[in-house]
């Protein structure tokens, strides 16, 4: 890891031991309904933290999807409401961060598009979220993929400044995904090892989170986490 050699400034770990609807830890985190508005929470059942399900009216359509029976419309541009389930840590946290979380998954699907993101300099307020997303498909096969991406501001605004496909990037129960941003560089590590990594510049500050994709149906308690730990660094 590119990160400095110095003690972090902040840390954080949970083994989400509290069942909770939504997240909070004793208000650690901000939740993407409750306090974003626009997208879901993240909930706590069992030592497992994943999405509720999404409320979304505009299902996901990507070009992939044409070979599951998605038809010609699912071409071009990723077209969805993305409401992505967010939950971002409160406070004030330094720019270059490290983030690490361990994947539950169970019953793998290619019906659907689930991912276990982490966030990196994200800030929320009522309908507004931005920051970094680095993430991973829940899929061992090879149409897992590993994913950098912008959020914007607006609930859907977003830009994906990365992505790889095959079957190492994709993640299965007990894996482990790692992500950090040090400068402008954002990296992504799947148990240990560097997968995918992108230089941007637009957004400066903000606090580490968790995620998940929207629209994936009831099987948003098939994937999750069972640890999350963060470190910053002034």
Known sequence: ?????????????TEFRKNESPISEGGMWLNGRKDG?????????????????????KVERRAEQAALGAGAGASGLPEGDYDD???????????????????????QTDKYFQEAQIRLRHNMKPNFC????????????????????????????????KKLVGKKYGVKDGDIIEASIVGNVITGYLNGVEMISVVDDHIKSGAPGIGFNFGVGTTNADHGMTSFEVHTYD
């Open 37 to 57: 508005i626009g997208w879901c929470d993240i909930l706590v059942k069992d030592g497992v933290a994943y999405g509720e399900v999404s409320r979304n009216q």
């Open 130 to 161: 931005n920051g970094y997303e680095v993430f991973f498909r829940v899929l061992d096969s090879e149409a897992g993929y590993a994913e950098i991406v912008r959020w914007n501001g607006p609930v859907g605004g977003w830009t994906s400044l």
């Open 85 to 107: 389930p967010t939950a971002v840590l409160t406070g004030q946290w330094g720019p270059n961060q490290y983030g690490k979380a361990r994947i539950f998954s169970r019953n």
């Open 1 to 13: 890891m590119e990160l400095p050699k110095k003690p972090p400034v902040r840390s954080y770990k």
